[in-house]
């Protein structure tokens, strides 16, 4: 009995001995790390040989392994966050550095902090672009750096922090248009105070006010109606310049001989104007056909081009070049006056422009495309438009009209109501959200490949920029392909495709697109579609890596399963399927173009596959997680029927 009491003892020592002694080693040298590299004030007073747990600011988990929150606001620490520090704390929850003096940018190893939940930066001096290592926290619930010296756009990749409920970032330098940021779960937003401007997008306007006071350039919303998109024409060479005031006075008799020169000037004028309107209503008058003011309805065939040499040598009066040209088949009867008169609402912003969503005053609703940095001349531009306003694909979304002239290049297409394929598969991941279904995936990777081949083989046209926010959705979920054919209207002095994860890596090197470029570009949109994770997220794991490297990475380790989309876990039977695709998708970003694929041959690929699975007539529905592997696939949830024949 005494014996068995001792070991109880003992064992009891041994325990509170070694909870007593745990030590989180590797955290515990990080945060000396930070202190001896960063200057303070005397307010912090860390002891090495005691445990990092009990140090103030400090707080560990129950077991005392690891640093769970680091506190430590107004204690007077000043410069920049020494990389390779802080970032070291991979189990970090809370990290309070507000109202210090620090400033410099956010170290990019801010990215390892994956467990993340709170980061209050506030009250510093930080600056920079909006840190991307930020971006990639997309547990983050609370993000506050408000009161510092930030500056640039605000990203869209802010959309990856799928769990805020509070995102701060009033009085910094931000600029350009807000973003269409997801606002489900998000109860506290404040950008106020900054430089940003353009239209408020719908998915913030429930914020008040105050959440965008002090941004000029900022309306709709809560804030005052925008104004149209389209500024207001240059005033013209001809009109009046005021002229500058002469320093000396004028002497009298030069006035006098000033007014009577004057009025003999306007009597010869008048007596002119009296001839030149006799001399008129002698002469028969000549019926004149109507003109439309500001349009020009052109066939596919002549679309582009000048109905006269001075068109085409650029001579044109300025009326002329105040023309807004559609194509003919268009189903729009709208002039340059009803766009200036529009309400705009920005859509998106990028490298080579700026999409606006433009109500017209009849309730027509249509996507003008704003263009910067046009490289080429007008008759050029006008001849690659000639071009794509003859493609006509139901997945291709139509270029309906053109606007050219010297400060303004315009482009007219259909607003796709849906949205596009990167807002429904990245833009909201919490709580609610309707999943993006496996049959669905596979419509809209079929009728992209479909639209894709069709601008490629009957449209002699690279698209240059495939991302998944330039493939835009009908109600039906199939796809439609927009901004295509643009690069050349650029020259040299844009990057062929702006999101960096797309980019075949000849195109790296060289800048030029191709046919087989885009189809690397949608094989990386395939593995988007597969995986869930966007080209350009940060959180695949090594700094670096793109799409492609990763999955090959993974699938090379036999771990394919880990590959996959969690959403996709859910549907029943589709295994063998989403591998198929796997293989496409791998064909298609193959580091040698000539090893890749014709868009038409992927057409067949995934046609084929389809023809596979639905021919059995056993296969669920991928797109109804409730129903076992016995369940019959009922009609309205089967797959389409392959189309014969390739686009």
Known sequence: MVANFGCVVLASVLVISLGVNSEPVQDKQALLDFLSQTKHSNRIHWNSSTSACDW???QCDANRSFVYTLRLPGVGLVGSIPPNTIGRLNNLRVLSLRANGLSGEIPADFSNLTLLRSLYLQDNAFRGPFPSSVTSLTRLARLDLSSNNFSGPIPFGVNNMTHLTGLF???NKFSGSLPSISSGGLDEFNVANNSLNGSIPDTLSKYPASSFAGNLGLCGGPLRPCNPFFPSPAPSPSEPI??????????????????????IVALLLLLLLILCLRKRQRQPSKQKKPVAADTRVVPPAEAGTSSSKDDITGASTEGERNKLVFFEGGVYSFD??????????VLGKGSVGTSYKAVLEEETTVVVKRLKDVAVSKKEFEMQMEMLGKIRHENVVPLRAFYYSKDEKLLVSDFMRDGSLSALLHGSRGSGRTPLGWDNRMRIALSTARGLAHLHVSGKAVHGNIKASNILLRPDQEAC?????LN?????????????GYRAPEVLETRKVSFKSDVYSFGVLLLELLTGKA???ASLGEEGIDLPRWVQSVVREEWTAEVFDVELMRYHNIEEEMVQLLQIAMTCVSTVPDQRPSMPEVVRMIEEMNRVETDDGLRQSSDDPSKGSDGQTPPTESRTTPRSGTP
Not at 242 to 263: E, H, K, Q
Not at 336 to 345: H, I, V
């Open 242 to 263: 005021s002229p500058t005031t002469s320093g000396r006075n004028l002497s009298t008799g030069a006035i006098i001989a000033i007014a009577v020169g004057s009025a």
């Open 56 to 58: 103030i600011g400090v």
């Open 336 to 345: 340059l006056e009803d766009l200036l008169r529009a309400s705009a609402e």
């Open 488 to 500: 050349p209207l650029f020259g040299n002095t844009t990057p062929p495709s702006r999101v960096a």
């Open 481 to 485: 392909i927009s901004d295509f054919g």
């Open 169 to 171: 970032l009033q009085n």
């Open 535 to 537: 080209p350009n997220q």
